[in-house]
């Protein structure tokens, strides 16, 4: 069977990282985790004063995204592949609230999306990847062979997130993280560069009612199916 780029689009908080990775699993891919990256990239901001009361220092950064070099490096014993930045793991750092609430500043900048899609685009080169985010189906691979596009409720979303948050031993509350997940949704998809929007020819898995393994089992379906084709 061929190898594809299988593109998982949608919301935050909707499952896509726990879809993507056990299918990545599943078929043997590569799983990238796109979101991290621009987390990644407030976090160095956030380390390096960059953001210094809430304002981002954009000529700043720009000259300092040579010095960020991010990469995923899978650790032993552990269920996904971790975030490094500047060589050090940053995957549960990435993933606190400062972060969740500064990332939108991030992720509008021209240059740093700029940044981000090419290594994207070399992480995908050899296909055989499954990539999630944003804009993976419409801007960084719009050829991909199979695109999805998940959406769920948002109380749903709210108490995924809240419970994932609270089991990786981070403070935080139900209404910080229900106003935290709509202030991100109305930015991914408002602002001018790459906004969340669904790709035409992209398949919508609503998952406010389907288990994991549910939901697994009809990406696994179309996968084949698209590996099938010649
Ligand atoms: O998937 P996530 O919640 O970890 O993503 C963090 C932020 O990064 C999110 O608010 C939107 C942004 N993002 C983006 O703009 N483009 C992507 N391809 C992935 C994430």
């Known amino acids: 069977m061929r190898k594809i780029m299988i593109a998982i689009d949608g919301y935050s908080s909707c499952g896509k990282s726990t879809l993507a990775n056990a299918l990545a699993k599943k078929l043997d891919y590569l799983y990238v985790d796109t979101g991290a990256m621009y987390r990644a990239v407030t976090l160095y901001c956030l380390q390096n ?16 995204m040579d010095n960020i070099k991010i990469e995923f490096r899978n650790i ?12 050090q793991n940053v995957e549960n750092e990435i993933r606190k609230m400062e972060v969740s609430n500064e990332v939108s500043k991030i992720s509008v900048i ?7 899609v090419r290594l994207q685009q070399q992480m995908g080169s050899q296909k055989g990847v499954v990539m999630e985010g944003r804009d ?27 419970r994932e948050m609270v089991a990786n031993g981070i403070g935080v509350t ?26 035409k020819d992209a398949i919508v898995i609503n998952n406010t009612l389907l288990s994991q393994d549910e939901q697994l089992d009809i990406a696994v379906k179309l996968a084949k199916e698209r590996m099938a084709i010649t």
């Open 76 to 87: 032993s014993g552990k269920e996904r592949s971790a975030t490094f930045l500047n060589k």
């Open 136 to 162: 993976i189906g419409t801007i960084v691979f719009p050829d991909a062979e199979l695109k999805l596009f998940m959406t769920a409720n948002i109380k749903t979303r709210v108490k995924r997130r809240y």
């Open 174 to 199: 139900l209404e910080e993280v229900k106003k935290n997940v709509i202030s991100r949704d109305y930015k991914d998809t408002h602002r001018k560069e790459s906004p969340l929007i669904q790709a």
């Open 110 to 116: 021209k240059f740093v999306r700029e940044k981000m």
């Open 49 to 64: 004063n960059l953001i210094k009361e809430g304002k981002l220092q954009i000529r700043l950064l720009k000259e300092s």
